[in-house]
């Protein structure tokens, strides 16, 4: 039985830092409906109360409007140290694919990827094995690789639904290492950054400083690695200045004070509240402002660390390593920035009350680990979110279709149109994908956009592609743009078919099968 399932979800927003803003639409609204009815006790004329109070009304009801997100997302967040092991063959339990509502993105970061001179080089030129798995595994379920960074042992992915695609922009990625005094990888953090929907989101994967006695150095590192790590985008320039930063990793905090046999009793029995007082992580947080700022969901499972591999019992060795939630997901709502007095000055004359208009709310709807992995000393560390916003905009930059019937046994025809303008480039390419495809660089063919000159807005461009890069054996396929400068798909055609060729029907040709889809 999940322990969380009947633990109250912990919930944020992007529009207030302190009070839940439910309550305080519901205060606004009350305001608004009281000067309605002194609107209709002041009125003398009934056609200037029946006029007042239907601004007032529709001035309510917008206000009351504005606080309810129009659209629902699902992100599926896994940690684990995997302690250089190599991945197991089964990760549908850690990324619970058949969980409703269904997922929308995945972020996976893990620590101590096997990380050996030889085997690093082999991994910067070809996908690592842990990529491998969870591609293979995502894929087949509609997931592409939006992007990935990794640093030594720590690396990050990113997946989304083929669908948000052309919604997910403004991609970027750093590293910032802390291991022997900032000069080595093996600590450290790694972050991804993105626009999602218009959304600025990050995501922040860390490895901080092992061993019991350097609590202190932890929460120095995490700081650290907060401030140094920067992009090059002028609104978001840092990781706490995105509407919500998600920082989780293998934190490496321990439970203070407690001896072994307190802390196995305490565990074994269930009475895991015990512990909470005397977590590290916990007990720092009373005392750093910065750490106040982040939030947690309760600690309902058991410690992660440390077992013996390839079992649920807690570490055996000579060392007998205390229990420890060593591996922790945090996020933070960007807080809302205090007005100062000129802005007071203008709030009290103005109509519009300052509430942010696209809001971001964050609740978290599970918080657990899966005890059933055991290559590492570690248990992987699940958290799963609801994310409710307003879309800032709903059109990709660039409309993309193919033209009539392909086949490889004739060039075929695609459109695109430049729908806004954006930073394009005559070196952005159109990809054609398999359906199924793992990430932007898996495509079966590609043809250069327009070479000559840039596309304006809404102009309709043809492009053909040759008959003998158009695969044989036909399938469903996927026109995809893909663009230099922002390191993403802009735009996706609707799915479409292939014709099997002639020649594979003379000559038999039959479709490889590979992660259940046909290749």
């Known amino acids: 039985m999940d322990p969380l399932t009947d633990s109250p979800r912990v919930r944020s927003d ?5 009070a839940s803003q439910g309550s305080r ?57 995997v302690a250089t092991a190599e991945p197991p063959e089964d990760v549908t339990s850690l990324l619970q694919l058949d969980v409703q509502p269904p997922t929308d993105l995945y972020v996976i970061g893990l620590q101590e990827v096997s990380a050996t001179p030889l085997r690093f080089i082999s991994d910067l030129l070809v996908e690592d094995s842990w990529s491998h798995v969870f591609m293979d595994t ?4 509609g997931f592409v690789k939006v992007t990935s960074v990794r640093m030594q042992g720590l690396l990050l992915l990113v997946f989304a639904k083929q669908i948000h695609l052309p919604y997910i922009r403004k991609i970027q990625t750093t590293y910032t290492r802390t291991g022997i005094f900032g000069y080595w990888g093996n600590k450290g953090g790694v972050s991804v950054r993105f626009s999602f929907y218009g959304h600025m989101v990050c995501f922040l994967n860390c490895h901080l400083a092992a061993h019991m006695n350097y609590a202190l150095q932890r929460v120095d590192e995490f700081e650290y690695i907060l401030e140094a790590q920067d992009f090059d985008v002028s609104d978001t320039p840092h990781v706490l200045d995105h509407k919500v930063a998600f920082c989780f990793g293998d934190l490496n905090f321990r439970i203070a004070d407690h001896g072994l046999h307190f802390l196995r009793s305490s565990i074994n029995s269930g009475r895991l509240n015990l512990l909470w007082s005397k977590d590290q992580l916990v007990m720092m947080k009373k005392n750093e402002p910065f750490l106040q700022e982040f939030e947690e969901g309760p600690l309902n499972f058991k410690p992660t660390y440390k077992f013996d591999r390839n079992s649920d019992t807690y570490d055996t060795s000579g060392k007998k390593r205390k229990p420890a939630w060593t591996d922790r997901i945090l996020w933070r709502i960007k807080p809302k920035a205090t007005p100062s007095e000129d802005d ?66 004739q060039d075929a025809l695609l459109n695109y149109t430049v729908q806004e303008d954006f930073m394009s480039s005559t070196w952005d390419w159109i990809g054609l994908y398999k359906v199924g495809f793992k990430s932007a660089s898996d495509y079966e063919t590609f043809v250069w956009v327009r070479e000559d000159e840039l596309p304006e807005t809404n102009e309709v461009i043809q492009i053909t592609v040759d008959k003998d890069e158009i695969p044989l054996l036909g399938g469903e396929y996927v026109l995809g743009y893909y663009s230099t400068n922002m390191q993403s798909i802009l735009g996706l055609s609707a799915n479409f078919q292939i ?9 038999g040709l039959v479709p490889e099968n590979v992660n259940g889809l046909n290749k």
């Not at 992007?14 to 302190?18: A, D, E, L, Q, R």
């Not at 007042?52 to 009801?61: G, H, K, P």
């Open 499 to 507: 014709l099997e060729s002639k020649r594979a029907v003379m000559e």
């Open 25 to 81: 639409s519901k205060m606004l609204l009350r305001q608004r409906l009281t000067q309605l009815l002194t609107c209709i006790e002041d009125m003398s004329s009934d056609d200037e109360a029946n006029e007042e109070v239907s601004r007032t009304l529709d001035e309510a009801f917008h206000l009351c409007g504005r606080f309810i997100p129009t659209d629902a997302f699902r992100l599926h967040m896994v940690t684990w140290n």
């Open 14 to 18: 992007s529009m207030s830092s302190s």
């Open 138 to 141: 995502l894929a087949p379920r």
């Open 344 to 409: 007071d000055e203008k709030a009290s004359t103005s109509v519009d009350d300052g509430l942010d208009e696209y809001p971001l709310l964050v609740t978290q709807d599970k918080y657990t680990s899966d005890m059933s992995y055991g290559v590492s000393d570690h248990k992987p560390v699940i958290a799963t979110f609801g994310l409710e916003l307003r879309k800032c905009f709903d059109t990709p930059l660039v409309h993309i279709s193919p033209v009539g019937i392909w086949s490889a046994d």
